[in-house]
Protein backbone atom coordinates (compact mmCIF):
# COMPACT_ATOMS: atom_id res chain seq x y z
CA UNK A 1 0.00 0.00 0.00
CA UNK A 2 1.02 3.21 -0.96
CA UNK A 3 1.16 6.11 1.65
CA UNK A 4 -0.13 9.70 0.20
CA UNK A 5 1.40 12.84 1.21
CA UNK A 6 -1.19 16.09 0.70
CA UNK A 7 1.50 18.61 2.29
CA UNK A 8 5.10 18.14 0.99
CA UNK A 9 8.31 18.24 3.17
CA UNK A 10 8.65 21.49 2.39
CA UNK A 11 4.79 22.69 2.53
CA UNK A 12 5.35 21.04 6.07
CA UNK A 13 8.54 23.07 7.20
CA UNK A 14 6.09 26.78 6.01
CA UNK A 15 3.49 25.77 8.31
CA UNK A 16 5.15 24.79 11.18
CA UNK A 17 7.58 27.91 10.77
CA UNK A 18 3.94 29.66 9.95
CA UNK A 19 3.22 28.74 13.74
CA UNK A 20 6.33 29.50 15.44
CA UNK A 21 5.34 33.32 13.54
CA UNK A 22 2.02 33.58 15.26
CA UNK A 23 2.49 32.15 18.65
CA UNK A 24 5.56 34.52 19.16
CA UNK A 25 3.45 37.69 17.41
CA UNK A 26 0.40 36.32 20.55
CA UNK A 27 3.55 36.63 23.16
CA UNK A 28 4.88 39.51 22.76
CA UNK A 29 1.37 41.07 22.77
CA UNK A 30 0.69 39.44 25.73
CA UNK A 31 3.92 40.71 27.36
CA UNK A 32 4.06 44.12 25.83
CA UNK A 33 0.04 44.71 27.26
CA UNK A 34 1.07 43.34 30.72
CA UNK A 35 4.37 45.92 31.00
CA UNK A 36 2.00 48.58 30.08
CA UNK A 37 -0.46 48.20 32.71
CA UNK A 38 2.06 47.56 34.95
CA UNK A 39 3.62 51.12 33.86
CA UNK A 40 -0.19 52.69 34.80
CA UNK A 41 -0.97 50.85 37.71
CA UNK A 42 2.34 52.28 39.29
CA UNK A 43 2.22 55.84 37.61
CA UNK A 44 -1.42 56.42 38.52
CA UNK A 45 -0.50 56.46 42.67
CA UNK A 46 2.30 59.04 42.16
CA UNK A 47 0.57 61.61 40.90
CA UNK A 48 0.90 65.05 42.71
CA UNK A 49 0.27 68.54 42.37
CA UNK A 50 3.27 71.01 42.44
CA UNK A 51 2.45 74.06 45.29
CA UNK A 52 5.75 75.73 44.89
CA UNK A 53 7.98 75.73 42.94
CA UNK A 54 11.66 77.62 42.95
CA UNK A 55 14.29 76.96 40.18
CA UNK A 56 16.56 79.98 41.93
CA UNK A 57 17.26 81.86 38.74
CA UNK A 58 17.17 85.16 40.04
CA UNK A 59 16.62 87.52 42.86
CA UNK A 60 12.96 87.37 42.68
CA UNK A 61 12.99 83.73 43.52
CA UNK A 62 14.48 84.34 46.63
CA UNK A 63 11.41 86.89 47.86
CA UNK A 64 10.32 85.09 51.03
CA UNK A 65 13.67 83.53 52.23
CA UNK A 66 14.93 84.72 55.29
CA UNK A 67 18.35 85.63 55.22
CA UNK A 68 19.02 85.24 51.49
CA UNK A 69 20.13 87.69 48.61
CA UNK A 70 21.21 87.82 45.52
CA UNK A 71 24.65 86.46 46.08
CA UNK A 72 23.24 83.16 46.89
CA UNK A 73 22.61 82.36 43.49
CA UNK A 74 25.67 80.49 41.77
CA UNK A 75 26.18 79.78 38.14
CA UNK A 76 26.60 76.51 39.29
CA UNK A 77 22.86 75.06 38.73
CA UNK A 78 21.44 71.67 37.55
CA UNK A 79 19.16 73.71 34.91
CA UNK A 80 18.43 76.95 34.13
CA UNK A 81 20.51 79.56 34.47
CA UNK A 82 21.58 79.61 38.31
CA UNK A 83 21.12 77.87 41.57
CA UNK A 84 20.87 78.35 45.36
CA UNK A 85 24.40 78.23 47.01
CA UNK A 86 24.53 77.80 50.90
CA UNK A 87 27.45 77.66 52.72
CA UNK A 88 27.74 77.18 56.60
CA UNK A 89 28.00 75.01 59.73
CA UNK A 90 25.23 75.61 62.14
CA UNK A 91 23.12 73.17 63.58
CA UNK A 92 20.56 75.82 63.34
CA UNK A 93 19.31 76.73 59.68
CA UNK A 94 21.03 78.89 57.33
CA UNK A 95 17.55 79.94 55.86
CA UNK A 96 13.48 79.18 56.01
CA UNK A 97 10.33 80.13 54.17
CA UNK A 98 7.45 80.10 55.82
CA UNK A 99 3.82 79.76 53.96
CA UNK A 100 0.51 78.55 55.24
CA UNK A 101 -1.44 75.38 53.48
CA UNK A 102 -4.56 75.86 51.69
CA UNK A 103 -5.08 72.35 51.18
CA UNK A 104 -5.69 69.37 54.11
CA UNK A 105 -2.99 66.16 52.12
CA UNK A 106 -0.03 64.83 52.19
CA UNK A 107 3.36 66.86 50.72
CA UNK A 108 6.65 66.09 50.09
CA UNK A 109 9.56 68.17 48.89
CA UNK A 110 12.40 67.39 45.91
CA UNK A 111 15.00 69.40 44.30
CA UNK A 112 18.46 68.63 42.56
CA UNK A 113 21.42 68.99 44.90
CA UNK A 114 25.05 68.64 45.91
CA UNK A 115 27.80 69.68 47.79
CA UNK A 116 30.92 71.16 47.42
CA UNK A 117 32.69 68.25 49.17
CA UNK A 118 31.78 64.47 49.60
CA UNK A 119 31.88 64.26 53.03
CA UNK A 120 29.45 67.20 53.34
CA UNK A 121 25.85 67.44 54.33
CA UNK A 122 23.17 69.63 53.45
CA UNK A 123 19.21 69.25 54.72
CA UNK A 124 16.14 70.57 53.73
CA UNK A 125 13.67 70.17 56.06
CA UNK A 126 9.66 70.57 55.54
CA UNK A 127 8.26 70.54 58.80
CA UNK A 128 5.50 72.85 61.39
CA UNK A 129 7.87 74.34 63.20
CA UNK A 130 11.96 74.21 63.55
CA UNK A 131 11.86 72.26 66.89
CA UNK A 132 9.56 69.41 65.69
CA UNK A 133 11.23 66.01 65.78
CA UNK A 134 7.95 64.13 64.71
CA UNK A 135 5.82 66.34 62.26
CA UNK A 136 8.84 67.23 59.25
CA UNK A 137 9.66 65.07 56.23
CA UNK A 138 13.59 65.96 55.24
CA UNK A 139 15.88 65.01 52.20
CA UNK A 140 19.71 65.00 53.22
CA UNK A 141 21.81 66.01 50.12
CA UNK A 142 25.66 64.43 49.70
CA UNK A 143 27.87 64.08 47.55
CA UNK A 144 29.48 66.29 44.78
CA UNK A 145 27.29 65.58 41.62
CA UNK A 146 24.01 67.15 41.15
CA UNK A 147 21.22 64.18 42.04
CA UNK A 148 17.79 64.15 42.71
CA UNK A 149 16.17 63.92 45.67
CA UNK A 150 13.05 63.37 47.17
CA UNK A 151 11.55 63.11 50.68
CA UNK A 152 8.99 60.82 51.77
CA UNK A 153 5.07 61.84 52.32
CA UNK A 154 4.05 64.06 55.79
CA UNK A 155 0.43 64.87 56.64
CA UNK A 156 -0.75 68.16 56.85
CA UNK A 157 -4.13 70.18 57.50
CA UNK A 158 -5.55 72.97 55.73
CA UNK A 159 -4.91 76.32 57.05
CA UNK A 160 -1.16 75.36 59.03
CA UNK A 161 1.59 77.50 59.28
CA UNK A 162 4.51 75.38 57.84
CA UNK A 163 8.27 76.26 57.33
CA UNK A 164 10.97 74.89 55.07
CA UNK A 165 14.41 75.46 55.71
CA UNK A 166 18.28 74.80 55.43
CA UNK A 167 20.60 73.47 57.78
CA UNK A 168 24.27 72.86 56.33
CA UNK A 169 27.38 70.70 57.94
CA UNK A 170 26.84 71.03 61.77
CA UNK A 171 30.61 70.92 63.39
CA UNK A 172 32.17 71.11 60.12
CA UNK A 173 31.34 73.74 57.52
CA UNK A 174 29.37 73.38 54.53
CA UNK A 175 28.63 74.17 50.95
CA UNK A 176 25.54 73.12 48.94
CA UNK A 177 24.07 73.76 45.72
CA UNK A 178 19.55 73.45 45.46
CA UNK A 179 17.96 73.68 42.16
CA UNK A 180 14.32 72.62 40.95
CA UNK A 181 12.70 73.07 44.86
CA UNK A 182 9.47 71.83 45.10
CA UNK A 183 6.64 71.14 47.33
CA UNK A 184 4.12 68.52 46.25
CA UNK A 185 0.69 67.68 47.18
CA UNK A 186 -0.06 64.19 46.45
CA UNK A 187 -3.58 63.46 44.73
Not at 42 to 71: H, V
Request: charge should be negative; charged fraction near 20%.
Amino acid sequence: MKKIHLISNEGSNIIRNLIVIVISILLFSYCTNLIDNNVKDKTKNIISKTIYQNDFENANDLFGWIGLSDGNLSNDFYSGKSSLILSGGCIQPITKYEFTLQEEGDYSISCFGKTVEDNQTCRLVLSRNIDSETSYVAVEIKGNNWKFYESTNIHFQKGEKEMLYLNLGGIIAATSYIDNLKISKME
